[in-house]
């Protein structure tokens, strides 16, 4: 292996702005490193590398204290030299004056005399040709009348136009005069006259498409300063038929008027768009042929083909829009693809004009004073020197592009024809999410409407729940593709608002008929005797209630895993947008974000291209740096990091989760709350504990020990304690896992401890732990789940208990508050069976055992208004 010369690796390190690569360049000079060499070859060239560069940096070195040590010499001496230069300087000066007073002192008085002589003469002669042309100006205009006049008499028409011209360059002359507005007024007369005597002509020649007559008039018009009435004129005439054919067209979807008869826009507009075609392919042989700007004619040509319909196209779309009412954005986007189709069609047209010159050569153009045919006038000599240089720039800039080898620098880039073309769609485009959304909203509505809910039984809840979950899902994909194709990615925004917003609608339906009627098929558990779970008597309309629950529960599971799922398609869809949006920005021409140049722009000026917009894509964009990402997808793990983009709909999906378990623990809880209704009324608490006769002199109170809990307690202890039992007929039910985050009162710790992906997305936990599998919802351990299901309808139990019945009870003497207490206690003892407790009870529990003298200085010594404390004091009669 051979090192490359040092000398010239050192020199080439100034080409390179990264170290790495001209080290990696320098090693491998010499060709590529064969598998088979050692590393001792590599580590050869690495120190020949090192030694080179420190000879060299030690040369540098010594060369840098040279120049420092030259510098340091020569600062003294450019003081002295400066001040030398400025000495030099005035004496010059000096020297010049002395010089100049010699030479007026050596011209003779005579000479000087003549040579001023000469000089007012020459200024005499001057002002004298100055007022010769003025008189010659003011004589002509005297005749410029009658001379136009005899003109177009005769039909000299570029005669008329030559000499109109001729006297347009003279009105500068009586600028800031009292003739200038007469001699302007007559001059614009005299052109509306040659105006209105070659109009019908030029209508003519225009409808017979006589080339050479129009291009001359092209010329006369432009002498007098008429190029856009002649651009008018000519643009008129071409499109009338286009306009005629957009006026009356039978139209049944954009019509003022409903009507029943007529074709669909969208049949009508290819049908147009073909004839537009049809006559620009036309106009591109014939416009280079007249004007001297192709490409900029063409492109304004098809501007005014468009602003001069009737109604216009944006009147057309408001109509279509009025007429389809929730489907608007079909419609509207079928007429978007047939005229993006169409803007592709006409750029190809636009890309060949560039290539056109004024067909004739300036040559053949023959002499103005000698012809007075108005089919031949001849343009004057300033027009054709535009024309000739218009034309040069033409072939010059298409020949270096062809031999270059690199994108044609297109004339189309600068000119707007598709701005018009695009314009209409403008006001729908950024109204884009409310279209969505009104389309999403009426394929839901046509969804729901296939069943009648309200007469759908329990059981099929859950079913129908599931498979209109399939239909609404596969509305919502629909949606991915029109937002590309109608936004072009700019209605990013908008897309996730109104699929966020559909599907929590969706949702909210189901939310709404958790409470539906319980009439259905009876379960197979319904015949459960109270033996087998006491203290829960249970209805067989309980039992079924229990199971249409657990369905629809289940059903909520599947749906969310579907939103999970469809979530990663959308995700993937704004990321392949955010991916184009980056590549536009690095290289615009290369990576366009649209078909047309018009219809970007148009986009990018829009308030869809908005700050909010970036942002979303910025989160979304799968940017290459995230190798372990792209690593994990391509092993088979899929995974979603950062924040949840259908932020409302999974909401949604955890309140329809939380109406089902609670609506399900009301029905597990409903006979232990049935007991519990009349427990505030009953007569124990104000019934003595002993009686009357065995208490001491002034109705002294004896103590009574180990009380035994009232019969309700008791029936409701059993039922709680039989809860565990009713979870193992459910053990193998995975939707009691779903959604335990919105389980009422669930417990915190229990839930840290949970790995659940639907608690760890509206957990506060970092973003990066915020990853779920996109498969399947994961399934946990059922005494997991059992566990934290009975802690939630142990604390809701005792909710009910302290919140709704025991502040019902109006009067507790000493002995009903001994009762309570050992209720209480009891009930403490139990429910810490199931893992359960509350630190409210224990405080009715200890103001409840307080006797009189320390309750009422407990109740004294706090500021509680609304607590436990001011309950039992109402109860007690402690107030």
């Excluded at 800031?176 to 109009?199: I, K």
């Amino acid at each position: 292996m051979t090192f490359p010369n040092s000398a010239e690796s050192l020199e080439s390190l100034e080409e390179y702005e990264d170290v790495t690569s001209w080290i990696n360049d320098t090693l491998t000079a010499s060709g590529s490193i064969q598998n088979n060499e050692s590393l001792s070859e590599l580590d050869q060239q690495i120190t020949q590398l090192l030694a080179s560069l420190d000879i060299a940096c030690e040369d540098t070195s010594s060369q840098l204290e040279r120049t420092i040590a030259d510098v340091s010499r020569g600062i003294p001496r450019l003081t002295y030299d400066l001040h030398f230069i400025k000495d030099n300087a005035l004496s010059l000066q000096t020297s010049l004056a002395t010089v100049h007073a010699r030479s007026r002192a050596a011209i003779p008085d005579s000479t000087a005399s003549a040579l001023e002589q000469l000089k007012r003469l020459d200024t005499m002669k001057t002002h004298m040709e100055a007022a010769r042309e003025v008189l010659r100006e003011a004589e002509s205009w005297s005749t410029m009348e009658v001379e136009v006049t005899s003109m177009l008499a005769e039909r000299s028409y570029a005669k008329a136009a030559f000499r109109l011209s001729e006297a347009n360059k003279s009105m500068i002359v009586f600028q800031n005069t009292p003739e200038y507005d007469p001699r302007r007024t007559l001059l614009v007369n005299l052109q509306n006259q040659l105006e209105a005597s070659l109009s019908s002509a030029l209508v003519a020649a225009i409808n017979e498409q006589n080339l050479e007559a129009c291009r001359s008039y092209f010329y006369i018009f432009s002498n007098i300063q008429r190029e856009l009435e002649f651009r008018n004129y000519y643009y008129g005439s071409r499109r009338a038929s286009l306009t005629s054919m957009w006026h009356e067209a039978d139209l049944s979807d954009t019509a003022l008027e409903e009507k029943t008869s007529g074709q669909k826009f969208s049949e009508f507009l290819p049908k147009f768009y073909a004839s537009v075609l049809a006559l620009l392919n036309q106009e591109r042989s014939s416009i280079p042929a007249i004007f001297p700007d192709p490409a900029h004619t063409l492109s304004a040509f098809i501007s005014s083909i468009f602003s001069a319909l009737q109604p216009t196209f944006s009147q057309r779309l408001t109509s279509l829009s009025s007429h389809y009412a929730d489907l608007a954005l079909k419609e509207l986007l079928a007429n978007f693809k047939i005229t993006e189709e169409f803007a592709v069609a006409v750029a190809k047209i636009m890309e060949k004009i560039q290539y056109s010159t004024i067909a004739p050569s300036l040559s053949e153009i023959p002499n103005s004073a000698n012809h007075t045919d108005p089919s031949t006038p001849t343009p004057p000599s300033h027009s054709r020197k535009r024309s000739m240089r218009m034309s040069i720039s033409f072939r010059s800039g298409a020949n270096r592009s062809v031999s270059s080898g690199q994108k044609i620098p297109s004339l189309a880039d600068g000119l707007d024809w598709d701005q018009e073309l695009f314009h209409p769609f403008l006001e729908f485009q950024v109204d884009y999410g409310s279209l969505e959304r009104r389309l999403l909203d009426h394929a839901l509505r046509e969804i729901v409407s296939i069943d009648t809910r309200q007469k759908v039984s329990c059981s099929d809840q859950a079913r129908i729940f599931r498979e209109r979950a399939v239909d609404v899902f596969g509305a919502a994909e629909e949606s991915l593709v029109r937002y590309s194709a109608f936004t072009h990615g700019f209605g990013s925004m908008s897309l996730l608002q109104a699929l966020d917003g559909f599907l929590k609608s969706f949702v909210d339906m189901w939310t709404a008929d958790v409470s539906f009627a319980s009439s259905g098929p009876q379960s197979t558990l319904q015949n459960a005797g109270s033996e087998d779970l006491s203290g829960l008597d249970y209805t067989s309309q309980d039992w079924s209630n229990i199971q249409s629950m657990l369905h629809l529960l289940s059903a909520a599971r599947s749906v969310f895993e579907q939103m999970t799922s469809f979530e990663v398609k959308l995700r993937s869809s704004l990321a392949q947008t955010a991916s184009k949006f980056r590549l536009h920005r690095g290289d615009p021409s290369s990576f366009p974000i649209a078909s047309s140049k018009g219809s970007e722009q148009i986009l990018e000026q829009s308030s869809l291209n908005s700050a909010d917009l970036h942002a979303l894509l910025d989160r979304v964009d799968l940017d290459p740096s995230h190798s372990r990402e792209i690593h994990l997808r391509s092993q088979g793990v899929s995974s979603i990091a950062g924040e949840p983009l259908l932020v409302d709909a999974r909401s949604a999906m955890f309140e329809l989760a939380k109406a089902c378990q609670t609506s399900l623990q009301n029905t597990i809880l409903s006979p232990l709350r049935q007991q519990l209704a009349s427990y505030a009324s009953s007569p124990i608490w104000v019934t003595t504990a002993v009686d009357s006769r065995n208490t001491a002199f002034n109705d002294l109170q004896v103590p009574t020990f180990s009380l035994s809990p009232s019969e309700t307690i008791q029936r409701v202890t059993e039922g709680l304690l039989n809860l565990p039992r009713l979870f193992e007929v459910y053990a193998d039910d995975d939707a009691l896992s779903f959604s335990l985050q919105t389980l009422p009162f669930a417990d915190p710790e229990l839930l840290k401890s949970v790995a659940d992906p639907s608690v760890s997305e509206v957990s506060s936990v970092p973003t990066h732990s915020r990853r779920q599998s996109i498969a399947k919802v994961a399934t946990l351990d059922p005494e997991t789940v059992s566990t934290a299901w009975l802690s939630s309808l142990g604390q809701s139990l005792l909710a009910y208990l302290t919140t709704d019945i025991l502040p019902r009870i109006n009067q507790l003497n000493a002995g009903g508050a001994a009762q309570l207490a050992s209720d209480l206690g009891y009930l403490s003892n139990v429910i810490r069976v199931i893992n359960v407790e509350s630190e409210e009870l224990q405080q009715w529990k200890e103001y409840v055992e307080l006797d009189d003298d320390a309750g009422k200085a407990e109740l004294y010594g706090t500021n509680d208004e609304e607590g436990v404390l001011r309950h039992v004091a109402h109860m007690r009669g402690w107030k």
